[in-house]
Every structure is written in C-alpha cells, then in structure tokens.
C-alpha cells in the first residue's frame, strides 16, 4: 500500500523567508503525488500535481514541488513566505486508482 | 464551472441517529470520493462511486454507506451514529480516471452530541 510520511507537523517561518515542507513516500510503483493546502474551515485545495511528466512541478502561488525517486521524497518549497500562506498543508499519494491517501498534515506559521 | 458543494454545511445529531449528507460533483465528473477528518484520525477515504457503483472501499464500518445517482450526484449515510462519527466529511469530485485531479468540497461538520 502507498503510504506519505510529512516530517514536521508544525512549521514556523517570518514573513519573506523560504518555505520547506517535507513529505517521504512510499509506493510500490510509479505514483501521483499531490500537496494541497487547508486553510481554517475550509476545504482542500490544490497546490500543485506530480504524474511522472517532470521532476520539478509548479503550482500556485508561488509553490513548488520537487521529486525525488532515489530519496522518495516530494518536498514543498516557496522562496519567499506571506502571511496568507498560512495553513495545513497535506501531503498525498494516489493509491488504487482514485484513493487518496494523507499525510498527518503540517501546520505552517508565519509571522510577521 | 461551478465548484463541488455539499449540504448541509453543519450538522448536529444525537448518539443512535442516522444521517445523510449530499455532494453535488463539478458538471461533467463522474467520480465522487468521500473523506473523513477527524483531529486524531487526520483525513481518511471512506469510499468512491463512479457511475452509480462503488469502486473502491476505505477501512470504515457498515454504519457508512453511500451511493451515487445517474447524475454523478452522491450521497454518504451514517446509521447508529456514535460520538467519534464527530468530524468534517469531505466530498472530492474527478473526471474519474487513475490521475485526474480531485476536487474538495468545502465539507460539512457533523457534531455527534
């Protein structure tokens, strides 16, 4: 079964600094590999979509994604952090098709 | 388009009740999936329906049941219903093949009392 593993549940950077959220997969085979965002009472939304086109995947807002087959890895980074970036964000590995499967989240803080 | 809606958006209940929640999926998508969150548990697939058949199964008991309408319209019901069935449910919408994108809801809390 696939399986996500966010490293850091609670992330805290100043406003302007880089973003490093990290996320370990574990997946029989090639995966989808997605991160979305929570924001308070809100629903998820996607930050941006791995499917083996390319290792380095943008999403919004200035997010962006890198792959790494030999260290299993799908780390998020944004070069410079805003106060509206604030939320949880969840790792995700497409398993059996159309199974979403989670990661425990991690809370990004960023202060001002 | 429009978004996936759900409703209701709140929900408060009493231990031994049932429950039904609704999800209207984006125009044109025929998968619907739903999820459950919960602080403890995090975020966790409950089951998908695609063209009116449930295609895949979480690790939930037969309380949780769903079914999907020949409009891609669905519905998730909770039978019995406990106080850890508190939780926001979310309802994902796709295209419905293996790489499509999935489409969140913006949930309705239940609060089982």
């Known amino acids: 079964a696939q399986s996500v593993t966010q490293l850091d549940s609670h992330v805290s950077v100043s406003e302007g600094t880089p973003v490093l959220l990290r996320c370990n997969y574990s997946?029989?085979?090639?995966?989808?590999l997605f991160w979305y965002v929570q924001h308070p009472n809100k629903g998820l939304q996607l930050l941006l979509k791995y499917t083996s086109a390319a290792t380095l995947v943008k999403g919004i807002n200035g997010f962006e994604a890198e792959f790494k087959k030999s260290e299993t890895s799908f780390h998020l980074t944004k070069p410079s952090a805003h106060m509206s970036d604030a939320a949880e964000y969840f790792c995700v590995v497409s398993d059996r098709g159309n199974k979403l499967v989670f990661g425990a989240g991690t809370i990004l803080r960023v202060k001002s | 388009k429009a978004g996936v809606t759900q409703t209701p958006r709140y929900l408060i209940k009493t231990r031994g009740q049932q429950v039904t929640l609704s999800c209207s999926p984006i125009?044109?998508?025929?998968?619907v999936s739903w999820y459950q969150q919960t602080p403890g548990q995090g975020l966790q697939f409950l089951f998908e329906?695609?063209?009116?058949?449930?295609?895949n199964k979480g690790n939930f008991p037969g309380r949780f049941s769903g079914r999907q309408f020949s409009n891609s319209r669905s519905e998730m019901n909770v039978s019995t219903l406990e106080l850890g069935d508190s939780a926001l449910y979310l309802c994902?919408?796709?295209?419905?093949?293996?790489?499509?994108?999935?489409?969140f809801g913006p949930g309705t809390r239940l609060t089982v009392l």
């Open positions: 125009s044109g998508h025929r998968s």
């Open positions: 329906y695609f063209s009116e058949t449930q295609r």
């Open positions: 994902a919408s796709s295209p419905g093949t293996a790489t499509d994108t999935q489409y």
């Open positions: 997946s029989s085979y090639s995966p989808s």
